[in-house]
């Protein structure tokens, strides 16, 4: 069947009915979602994506296109979901338009629907990008970095560590860079949008624009902060999920 694509950050699911999938940003692992997950295992069986070619799956080739990222991870997401009552996705950044793919190939191919789709830190799927941050020069890739937060300075510090970031980085750029969206690509599942409100990534009109890929509600949220605004405000991002994904269920 080949390697794993799902990990378990919450502790066993016992009696939990809910399962949330999240989808991690450019150049990140499952693992950025363990703060999050510590803050929803009481209510959600909380599971992270781990695309290939980091962390425990370093040795296998990085994939550079979402949709072949969304291929991968179908097969064994559709057996999880088939064992259990109800889920809904979450991702940040490329995570976002990965966990929009996956929601509408669900939706298309098994009928399967997700509660919520939580759409974080990333501008709707048809809004044009027009960066090409994966052709920087490594010295202008680790300095947007770190002025964009998210990596430890120690970190892009240390040679080795140097190589992989960038590596694993540029490959997730390129993929959500020539992600091509149509503008009335649309799931039925609500969408909540959320960001930073110092995120010039992910402005308030950024986040309106998602109410065009769904026939179901929508909702907008901004926290304080930037890009990397989920760091700052697990509470109240843990808080948002159980309340709008209550909604979608007694709605």
């Known amino acids: 069947m080949g390697a794993s694509w799902l990990r378990r950050l919450s502790s066993a699911p016992e009696n939990r009915s809910h399962t949330v999938v999240c989808f991690p940003h450019a150049g990140g692992s499952a693992l950025s979602y363990g703060p999050l997950a510590k803050r929803l295992e009481a209510d959600f069986d909380v599971l992270a994506v781990q695309y290939p070619g980091r ?27 088939a064992s ?14 990965v966990a929009f793919e996956t929601c509408r190939r669900l939706e298309r191919e098994s009928g399967a629907r997700a509660t919520v789709l939580f759409a974080s830190g990333r501008r709707a799927p048809s809004v044009l990008r027009t960066e090409q941050m994966h052709t920087l020069s490594d010295r202008e890739l ?23 970031i960038l590596t694993v980085t540029r490959n997730d750029y390129r993929a959500i860079e020539t992600y091509a969206c149509a503008p009335d690509a ?8 959320l960001a930073g409100d110092r995120d010039s990534d992910a402005t308030l009109a950024d986040l309106e624009a998602w109410r065009a890929h769904t026939s179901g509600p929508f909702a907008t949220r901004q ?13 109240a991002v843990a808080q948002l999920i159980r309340e709008h994904t209550a909604r979608a269920l007694t709605g």
């Open 55 to 81: 962390q425990d799956r370093r040795r296998e080739p990085l994939i550079d296109n979402v949709a072949e990222l969304v291929d991968g991870l179908l097969p064994e997401l559709l057996e999880t979901i």
């Open 84 to 97: 259990i009552e109800r889920f809904s996705l979450f991702g940040h950044s490329m995570g976002s338009a």
């Open 142 to 164: 680790g300095d947007h970095l770190l002025s964009y937060g998210g990596t430890p300075a120690a970190l892009l510090a240390d040679p080795e560590m140097h190589e992989m």
């Open 186 to 193: 649309a799931v039925e599942c609500p969408i909540v949008a």
């Open 223 to 235: 926290f304080p902060g930037g890009h990397f605004f989920l760091d700052a405000n697990g509470d």
